[in-house]
């Protein structure tokens, strides 16, 4: 099969030690395209920054100085940035009254505000190439109401927001914008949601397929949406989340 990547596509992967990232990473091993890699020092990392031999670089926090400084770094390094995806994403449960301000904003900033500022510092390093294309992270939750998600929601809700008004305001550049929004996907981040048999069961039976997402069934929506085969595809949010925002089903047919 022909690749649908270039040795012209530069693309960056923000949070690249989760595990949607690092399994994206892995999958642009097998392509002609350049990549790389920003998130916070740890372990998981190094072994992934090891693993593929990318350019990387390790941020101290989320804020928009940081993330700046990190596309700068590898801009200056790979030439003009073609795209990038933000799998930087934190998850809080609370019901609004029990969730500090202190909480609330530190979902926003992550959730969101890394959103604008790695879209802001990926556009000031692109160079108006027709293959350019980003993708966002959004959650099932901005669509659907559930309970105890009303900072992950908003969160999220923004950030399909910026992508839709993005995609709308450089669609003349030919540059595409587009989200993923996930359901409840088994990864280290979620763990807590399923660490012994009934809470996997109760967030199982949430989905109208009756399991979980997997990282590698994200990333490769993300990659596909970062390819040329979704060339006319802009302004979209794809729900990959198992049919938990658009169906519901009987409990047996």
Known sequence: MLSTFSADHRILILGASSDIGSNLARRFQSEDVSVGLISRPSPRFDRICSETGYPAVRIESVDHTEITRAVDTLADR????TGGVNLLGTLLL????????????????????????????VLQRSDRSNDFSMVFVSSAAAATGLPNHEAIAASKSGVEGLARSAAATYASRGYRFNVVAPGLV?????????????????????HPLKKLGSPE??????KWLLSKDSGWITGQVIGVDGGLSTLRTRSKV
């Open 78 to 81: 790979m030439g003009p940035i």
């Open 94 to 121: 609370k019901p609004a009254h029990l969730t500090t301000v202190e909480e609330w904003r530190e979902t926003i900033a992550v959730n969101l505000d890394s959103n604008f500022s790695f879209l802001k510092s």
């Open 186 to 206: 088994d990864t280290q981040l979620t763990a807590s949601l399923t660490g012994n048999e009934m809470a996997r069961s109760t967030s199982e039976a949430m």
């Open 217 to 222: 069934e994200i990333a490769r929506v993300i």
